[in-house]
Structure formats: C-alpha cells, structure tokens
T-cell receptor, first 113, second 112 residues
C-alpha cells in the first residue's frame, strides 16, 4: 500500500528565510504532484514532477523529485507572507486507467513578518 | 478557476439522511475522482470514474456510491449519514498525459 509522509507538518517561518518541505513515499511511483490549499479553499496545482531528477521552479518555490530515494522536496526561498498556506504532496498510485493520488497530511506554513 | 464545478457549495443535513453531490469535470476530461477531506483523516481518495466506468476504489464506505453519466458529470451519493461524514468533498478531473488532477471548489457537508 502506497503511503506518503510529509514533514514538517507545521512550519512557522520568518519572512526572508529559506526552508524545505520533505515528501517521502513508500512504493515505486514516478509521478509526484504538489498542491497548495488556502483555508476553506480548493487545492491549486503547483508542480507536476514526472521523472527522476525533475526540477521545477515557480517564483520562490522550487520542487524536485528523486524517484530512487522516493523523495520530493519543496524549497521555499526568501519566504513572503503570501506563501502562507497548506502544501500537500501527492503521489500517483497506479491503477485503472490513470490512477488516483495518495496525499500526504500536508504542511501548514505560516510566514511571519 | 480550475474549470471543475461542484454543487452545492454547502450542505447541512441531519443524521440518517441522504444527499447527492454533483460534479462537472473540465471540458474534455474523461476521468473524475472524488476525495474526502476531514481534519482527522486528511485527504482521502474515495473513487474514480473514467468515461462512465468505475476504475478505482479507495476508502469509500458502503453507504456511499457514485456514478458518472454519459455527459461525463458525476454524482456522489451519501446515505444514512453520520456525524463523522461531515467533511469537505472534492471532485477532481484529469485528461490524458501527465495525470494532473484539477480540483473543484468542494462541497462542505455538515451533518447535525
């Protein structure tokens, strides 16, 4: 059974600082997704990582995937308050035609001035 | 806006009742997924449909059922509701290719 673990679950950062969120998963998969969720809102797709060594960047966020280590990271550079949200990683669980996503518990990020 | 629509946005009902949640996928997407989000269980996959057929089942209770219609919209039926069924229910859809799933705004179900 595919399991996805994120850490930390809670992260309080100061503006301008850097930090990394980790996402480990238990069985083979080569597709990993990062989502952002604001309180009471839906999930917004941030990154789609499709192969080993994939790296994607958007603004202050950069995501990478190491399928051999079964690890993805979401690195935050020079955090700003607008990044405060909950971040989820999700791993594709192959099955059926396209597969469903198994989510981590999420990392609640709070960026303080 | 992801292009996935869900109705209703909020639903308040009593224990023992039955409700239907509706989802319309993005134009052209054949796959529809249902997820439940609660504080204690997190985001849990319930069920997937592809072009009208059930393709995968997750942690879906027997009291819950779903279907996808010829026009590709989907409905999630929840019956004999219990207090613990109170949660946010999300629908997502995906096309072919990278399996990226786009989430709808969700339906917040409150069971009193």
């Amino acid at each position: 059974e595919l399991k996805v673990e994120q850490n930390p679950l809670f992260l309080s950062m100061q503006e301008g600082k850097n930090y990394t969120i980790y996402c480990n998963y238990s069985t083979t998969s080569d597709r990993l997704y990062w989502y952002r969720q604001d309180p009471g809102k839906s999930l917004e797709s941030l990154f789609v990582l499709l192969s080993n060594g994939a790296v994607k960047q958007e603004g202050r966020l950069m995501a990478s995937l190491d399928t051999k280590a079964r690890l993805s990271t979401l690195h935050i550079t020079a955090a700003v308050h607008d990044l405060s949200a909950t971040y989820f990683c999700a791993v594709l669980n192959y099955g059926g035609s396209q597969g469903n996503l198994i989510f981590g518990k999420g990392t609640k990020l709070s960026v303080k001035p | 806006d992801s292009g996935v629509t869900q109705t209703p946005k909020h639903l308040i009902t009593a224990t023992g009742q039955r409700v239907t949640l509706r989802c319309s996928p993005r134009s052209g997407d054949l796959s529809v997924y249902w997820y439940q989000q609660s504080l204690d269980q997190g985001l849990q996959f319930l069920i997937q449909y592809y072009n009208g057929e059930e393709r995968a089942k997750g942690n879906i209770l027997e009291r819950f059922s779903a279907q996808q219609f010829p026009d590709l919209h989907s409905e999630l039926n929840l019956s004999s509701l219990e207090l613990g069924d109170s949660a946010l229910y999300f629908c997502a859809s995906s096309g072919v290719g990278d399996n990226e799933q786009f989430f709808g705004p969700g339906t917040r179900l409150t069971v009193l």
